[in-house]
């Protein structure tokens, strides 16, 4: 009998541990998209020239990175692409050179998936010895199978949250000299939906307990909101020229769903022209969040989603939860 009970208890755990956020995932998606397709998408406004600012965009190769590099190029910024294929980011940059002949954009190998490739990437571009006006955390992955990182992290944790913690921590210096009054620095973190049904479990940040490809992304998500948050609060009390920003670009017409459950991944791929936003439209919330000049100087920060500051859940204000995740974050990336 108790066997038996121990038994019942197991799956219990285990239907709570692995298939309830898949459920809660499906459910936000379908929830988000119904938002979509009976709101108005955020029209991006005409933006100020950027001419002498200077922009890293991780992940701006393809899909909404790609989308904000051509936007930010246009207006006349030297834009940096931090990727990890070269050869994809290379053909990235010529695409952009065609279109814009003045283009002044470079591609950059950075893997957000190893530490040493983003301190190399830094040190490569810290002996440029240019200003940084905009730093764009916007490189991701979703719904991975279960793996680990060059340094042994859980590959959401690794990849969408600790590696874009390290880039902005060693470019932070950067970031405040390039900023002055009127014209701040801005660091925009592409966080997601998802973090309303994330939880921070910091005894278990690697995932190691038990593993849901659901439950990893959408705690990653999470961190990455209150990282921004808690950076913002940071660089305020210090009277330094930064802002930073978290946005959510909505559910978007990329490869960012090539995971989903083989079912819904045919559905997707049907039913994204229709309903899903282009990586355009993906991408209006970020440049607004990176260029308004109604967000100049902005005190509040703040999760930005549709063109509009949003509130987010009553988690992402618990200031010991930032605290204490700041601090773990801190010493797995190996710094003091």
């Given at each position: 009998?108790?066997?038996?009970?121990?038994?019942?208890?197991?799956?219990?755990?285990?239907?709570?541990?692995?298939?309830?956020?898949?459920?809660?995932?499906?459910?936000?998606?379908?929830?988000?998209?119904?938002?979509?397709?009976?709101?108005?998408?955020?029209?991006?406004?005409?933006?100020?020239?950027?001419?002498?600012?200077?922009?890293?965009?991780?992940?701006?190769?393809?899909?909404?990175?790609?989308?904000?590099?051509?936007?930010?190029?246009?207006?006349?910024?030297?834009?940096?692409?931090?990727?990890?294929?070269?050869?994809?980011?290379?053909?990235?940059?010529?695409?952009?050179?065609?279109?814009?002949?003045?283009?002044?954009?470079?591609?950059?190998?950075?893997?957000?998936?190893?530490?040493?490739?983003v301190r190399q990437f830094v040190q490569s571009f810290k002996?440029?010895?240019?200003?940084?006006?905009?730093?764009?955390?916007?490189?991701?992955?979703?719904?991975?199978?279960?793996?680990?990182?060059?340094?042994?992290?859980?590959?959401?944790?690794?990849?969408?949250?600790?590696?874009?913690?390290?880039?902005?921590?060693?470019?932070?210096?950067?970031?405040?000299?390039?900023?002055?009054?009127?014209?701040?620095?801005?660091?925009?973190?592409?966080?997601?939906?998802?973090?309303?049904?994330?939880?921070?479990?910091?005894?278990?940040?690697?995932?190691?307990?038990?593993?849901?490809?659901?439950?990893?992304?959408?705690?990653?998500?999470?961190?990455?909101?209150?990282?921004?948050?808690?950076?913002?609060?940071?660089?305020?009390?210090?009277?330094?020229?930064?802002?930073?920003?978290?946005?959510?670009?909505?559910?978007?017409?990329?490869?960012?769903?090539?995971?989903?459950?083989?079912?819904?991944?045919?559905?997707?791929?049907?039913?994204?022209?229709?309903?899903?936003?282009?990586?355009?439209?993906?991408?209006?919330?970020?440049?607004?969040?990176?260029?308004?000049?109604?967000?100049?100087?902005?005190?509040?920060?703040?999760?930005?989603?549709?063109?509009?500051?949003?509130?987010?859940?009553?988690?992402?204000?618990?200031?010991?939860?930032?605290?204490?995740?700041?601090?773990?974050?801190?010493?797995?990336?190996?710094?003091?």
């Amino acid at each position: 009998m108790l066997l038996m009970l121990l038994c019942v208890t197991e799956m219990l755990s285990s239907i709570r541990c692995y298939l309830l956020p898949v459920f809660k995932l499906y459910l936000l998606g379908l929830k988000v998209l119904l938002v979509q397709l009976f709101g108005r998408s955020f029209r991006l406004p005409v933006m100020p020239r950027q001419d002498g600012k200077v922009a890293i965009v991780t992940g701006g190769v393809r899909g909404i990175g790609y989308e904000v590099v051509r936007h930010m190029v246009k207006l006349g910024a030297h834009v940096f692409i931090g990727g990890k294929d070269e050869q994809e980011g290379l053909a990235a940059v010529r695409s952009i050179c065609e279109e814009h002949k003045e283009a002044k954009v470079e591609f950059r190998k950075l893997d957000l998936a190893s530490l040493q490739s983003v301190r190399q990437f830094v040190q490569s571009f810290k002996e440029r010895d240019l200003p940084l006006n905009i730093l764009v955390n916007n490189a991701g992955v979703m719904l991975v199978p279960e793996g680990r990182t060059e340094d042994g992290f859980e590959q959401h944790l690794g990849v969408n949250y600790l590696g874009h913690c390290l880039l902005t921590w060693l470019l932070l210096d950067r970031l405040k000299d390039s900023g002055k009054c009127g014209h701040f620095s801005r660091v925009v973190s592409v966080s997601s939906s998802a973090h309303r049904i994330g939880k921070i479990r910091l005894n278990d940040l690697n995932s190691c307990q038990w593993y849901s490809a659901h439950a990893a992304y959408c705690q990653s998500k999470l961190a990455l909101l209150l990282f921004s948050s808690h950076l913002h609060q940071e660089l305020q009390r210090g009277g330094f020229p930064v802002s930073s920003f978290a946005v959510d670009p909505g559910m978007v017409d990329t490869a960012l769903y090539q995971y989903l459950w083989t079912p819904l991944r045919l559905a997707q791929s049907t039913i994204a022209r229709f309903l899903f936003k282009t990586p355009a439209e993906g991408a209006a919330t970020v440049l607004y969040a990176a260029l308004s000049p109604a967000l100049e100087g902005e005190c509040e920060g703040g999760y930005w989603a549709n063109g509009c500051r949003e509130m987010t859940t009553p988690v992402t204000f618990d200031p010991e939860l930032q605290l204490s995740l700041w601090e773990t974050s801190l010493r797995l990336v190996g710094l003091q």
